[in-house]
């Protein structure tokens, strides 16, 4: 499958914060989830992907193409929406629309509308007199308006409450049924992308931690927990990672191991993205 | 660009009021205390310091972070701001003149005075609105600052136009020139400073972070 999206060793520096080497392909029709704690550098790697900052090392390849040499017809297939509204915050949907139809030469105007009905996003009220769930949906209705192919999102489902989540996230479903459409998927909500995610990247401290297909981790990955005097009976040649709690140990190890487990690990089950996400970001690695 | 225009021309709808209430009083206090030479002089200036208001509108929501990924040359953002300058300050001289034409009709103010005015407040607006833009550009500073920049702006631009009619003064002294085709002269030297402050402006927002 062609990539629509590949990042190869990315890297930005700031004073107390670095992204280091970051790399990663989301390929085409899929969606991928970006998770990580705050301040991981998902943010980061999102404005690095749309240009609003300057790499100093590393290329950004869209469309097969890197990203500085993307024409203006392939720049107007790429979308984004942000976790607080970017839009004029006086103006209401009308003028938007106005600004955007001569902005991307693929808006179109009827999708637009549709978009503000179906998200029942409030048509003559002013944007910055929405609530914060209002201005992320008339963000999104703006962002699928002009036909893109990538669309990127930095966490924008934390504002939406969870029946406009459902809604939302079926819109995303919908979107990726032209195969040639992908969604980067920057959330908290590690829920949400268990739900809809087909790739997750888990950035921590500004490194991959690992990207892999959702199915891949879910079915992969077996956690067991044990209590923490049983810990020292463990082969440690066998665990990924492991987390000390107070009295037990959850640990992280690939799924055929798990009959090597002493019997009195107590309890072995699949672990949900979320759990893999906290033993490999507050654990102990080995 | 069209799409950017539209944008602050929606915005400054908005947030025109207050400035065209403040003009229309300047104005008249001009026409009726025999300042009438100041009349053309009020919308122009006050016109022109609405282009710092839409870099505030911008940054309050962060605008620039959509506009970069959009098609659009990082250039388009610079220029457009340059453009909308000049058109702002197109609208303040055709609001100058309606609001001149009584003053003009009574001969309160000759026609010479008037365009004389016009020019050397049309030079002061964009040499401003030159400098404003330049120091927003290169410094990255955000609203916080803009009262600051605005005053610094029209203070140094008044010196600047100031100094230049002085000067273009003393050159043609010997040479008789009539004093619009002076005004016209040294509203061409500062659409030098206008375009040399675009060029500054597009190289530092080309190679800047936007957030």
Same mark, same amino acid.
Do not use: M, P
């Given at each position: 499958m062609e990539n629509i999206l590949e990042l190869n060793n990315i890297t930005k520096n700031y004073e107390a914060f670095t992204l280091n080497q970051v790399s990663f392909a989301c390929p085409q029709g899929s969606i991928m989830g970006l998770i990580g704690p705050n301040g991981a550098g998902k943010t980061t790697i999102i404005h690095s992907i749309l240009d609003v900052i300057k790499l100093d090392g590393g290329s950004v390849r869209i469309f097969g193409k890197d990203r500085h040499d993307l024409s203006m017809e392939e720049k107007a297939q790429i979308a984004v929406v942000y976790d607080d509204n970017c839009l004029p915050a006086y103006l209401a949907a009308k003028e938007i629309g106005k600004i955007f139809q001569r902005i991307y030469p693929n808006w179109d105007a009827q999708i637009f509308q549709e978009y503000m009905e179906r998200l029942e996003i409030p048509q003559k009220t002013a944007v910055r007199d929405m609530s914060k769930g209002n201005k992320i949906k008339m963000n999104l209705a703006v962002a699928l308006s002009h036909h893109p192919r990538l669309l990127i999102l930095d966490e924008i489902t934390s504002a939406l409450d969870p029946l406009m989540r459902e809604e939302i996230l079926s819109l995303f479903l919908e979107f990726i049924e032209d195969e040639s459409r992908s969604i980067l998927f920057s959330s908290h909500i590690i829920t949400d992308l268990e739900k809809i995610?087909?790739?997750? +990247?888990?950035?921590?401290?500004?490194?991959?931690?690992?990207?892999?297909?959702?199915?891949?981790?879910?079915?992969?990955? +077996?956690?067991?927990?044990?209590?923490?005097?049983?810990?020292?009976?463990?082969?440690?040649?066998?665990?990924?990672?492991?987390?000390?709690?107070?009295?037990?140990?959850?640990?992280?190890?690939?799924?055929?191991?798990?009959?090597k487990m002493p019997p009195n690990a107590s309890l072995t089950e699949k672990p949900t993205i979320e759990e893999i996400m906290l033993i490999l970001a507050k654990g102990e690695k080995v | 660009m069209r799409g950017l225009l539209i944008k602050d021309f929606y915005n400054l709808k908005k947030t025109m009021t207050v400035y065209v209430i403040m003009t229309i009083i300047l104005s008249a206090y001009c026409a009726f205390t025999n300042k009438s030479s100041f009349v053309s002089i009020n919308p122009i200036l006050i016109f022109s310091t609405t282009i710092t208001s839409t870099f505030s509108m911008d940054n309050s929501v962060k605008w620039d972070k959509l506009a970069v990924p959009a098609p659009l040359k990082r250039s388009d953002i610079v220029k457009s701001k340059y453009m909308l300058l000049l058109l702002i300050i197109a609208v303040g001289i055709g609001t100058g003149t309606v609001f001149a034409l009584p003053v003009i009709f009574t001969k309160a103010i000759t026609i010479t005075a008037f365009v004389n005015m016009t020019l050397f407040s049309a030079s002061i607006a964009l040499c401003a609105g030159s400098l404003s833009l330049a120091f927003l550009y290169i410094t990255h500073r955000g609203p916080e600052k803009i009262e600051l920049i605005i005053i610094f702006a029209y203070a140094g631009a008044a010196l600047i136009v100031i100094g230049f009619a002085k000067l273009l003064n003393l050159a043609a002294a010997p040479l008789d020139f009539n004093k619009i085709i002076l005004s016209l002269i040294n509203l061409l030297l500062v659409f030098l400073i206008f375009a040399v402050s675009c060029r500054i402006s597009i190289r530092c927002y080309d190679n800047c972070d936007i957030c």
């Open positions: 995610a087909d790739y997750i +990247t888990f950035i921590n401290n500004g490194q991959v931690v690992f990207s892999k297909e959702k199915d891949e981790l879910l079915y992969n990955y +077996t956690l067991v927990r044990c209590k923490a005097s049983a810990f020292h009976e463990i082969d440690k040649n066998e665990l990924i990672a492991y987390r000390a709690q107070e009295s037990y140990v959850d640990i992280l190890i690939e799924k055929e191991s798990a009959c | -």
